[in-house]
């Protein structure tokens, strides 16, 4: 009986304990946190660290604070905090445990998955639709065009289109649709993007496993094209490379050219047209490092697909805001394979092969 009383006491002793050092935690993580200004740091710092400058971190963070009501507790966290950590994750990936130990931070892993479920949700319902909308008036269209006509020749062109993949842990479920090419689990990831590198339009819901024709024939952003197309918008189009279909408002390149022949022109012109989509996807990568091949995001595929949609549209807002581009270091490269799936009418198709034969005769 008095070895069972002593069993049972040094168990209390060690639990007090233990209690005694998470309270201390606690309040260190919270006397560092209320201590602390991210906004105070010097204008480099403070970008090299949160990847947007002052004026961008301060749109964010009103935005955020007119969505999330204040905590109502004495020791709930500030929206400043919220919103750096969130930035500290997405700039740097790794793990909500190491992020919450940066010492602008000072957040339990526990909080930080809870933040980061609030902060996702105000970029999918308030901030992603405003700053990523696909070019629809007129005007902007004719303005884009204008762009790309003047440095690459190329008439109509609106934006470029390409697919790239962000790679996740294993899903618990279904985990063969996202095992790709490469031998990683991954989403594939649609991006569209202008003259300035600000992204369009984003489709980040499809497996790994999934080609990057499949995702377009089944995307919202073709099924606009085509109702435009239908309602006599017949002088817009996109670019994009041979893993896509051809069609009357997607323009993809010649297969098996013939050397020093027209169709070979329209290649070389369309493939430097076409990098910028390559280089947004370098940039976007870069300043936002979770998305990097070589770390990979711990989530489910569809919070993984939420810090995607978030990456993007933060690209725009930095791009608008004029912050420093992040030093490129080159990208992830992912060659699609398997056959090209084409939906088009055979009437479109001919239509298409038109319109890439005449540009093609422009060129020469």
């Not at 090299?48 to 964010?60: G, H, I, T």
């Not at 905090?81 to 500290?88: G, Q, V």
């Not at 992830?332 to 084409?342: L, T, W």
């Amino acid at each position: 009986m008095h070895k069972m009383l002593n069993i049972a006491l040094r168990r209390f002793v060690v639990q007090e304990c233990e209690e005694q050092e998470d309270n201390f935690q606690r309040m260190c993580r919270r006397n560092v946190r209320d201590a602390t200004n991210p906004l105070e740091l010097p204008q480099t710092l403070f970008t090299k660290y949160f990847r947007v400058n002052k004026p961008a971190f301060k749109y964010l963070l009103e935005t955020c604070g007119s969505s999330i009501q204040p905590g109502k507790k004495q020791f709930s966290v500030p929206i400043i905090i919220k919103l750096s950590a969130c930035l500290r994750l997405f700039a740097e990936g790794g793990y909500q445990t190491g992020i919450g130990k940066d010492y602008y931070v000072g957040l339990a892993q526990s909080t930080l998955s809870k933040i980061l479920v609030e902060i996702l949700d105000v970029f999918e319902k308030v901030i992603c639709p405003y700053w990523i909308k696909v070019p629809k008036s007129e005007e902007e269209k004719r303005k884009i065009v204008q762009m790309f006509y003047l440095k690459h020749k190329i008439p109509g062109v609106t934006g470029c289109l390409d697919g790239t993949h962000v790679r996740i842990i294993a899903p618990t479920e279904n985990k063969y649709l996202y095992y790709n090419r490469k031998g990683n689990y991954s989403l594939n990831v649609m991006l569209l993007c202008d003259n300035d590198l600000n992204i369009r339009y984003v489709d980040a819901s499809h497996p790994g496993a999934c080609h990057d024709s499949f995702i377009w024939n089944s995307s919202g952003l073709r099924a606009y094209c085509e109702q435009q197309y239908l309602q006599g918008v017949t002088y817009f189009w996109f670019l994009g490379d041979a893993g896509y279909p051809l069609e009357p408002w997607l323009l993809t390149p010649h297969r098996n050219p013939h050397e020093g022949s027209t169709e070979m022109k329209f290649n070389e012109v369309h493939s430097k047209c076409r990098n910028i989509i390559e280089r947004t996807n370098g940039v976007l990568k870069n300043r936002w490092r979770c998305l990097l091949g070589a770390r990979e995001l711990h989530y489910t595929p569809k919070k993984a697909e939420k810090i995607i949609n978030a990456c993007c549209c933060l690209l725009n807002i930095c791009i608008f805001f004029k912050t420093d581009e992040v030093p490129h270091n080159g990208t992830d490269v992912y060659i699609p394979g398997g056959e090209v799936f084409s939906i088009t009418s055979s009437q479109n198709l001919n239509v298409a092969q038109m319109v890439r034969t005449n540009i093609g005769n422009s060129l020469t």
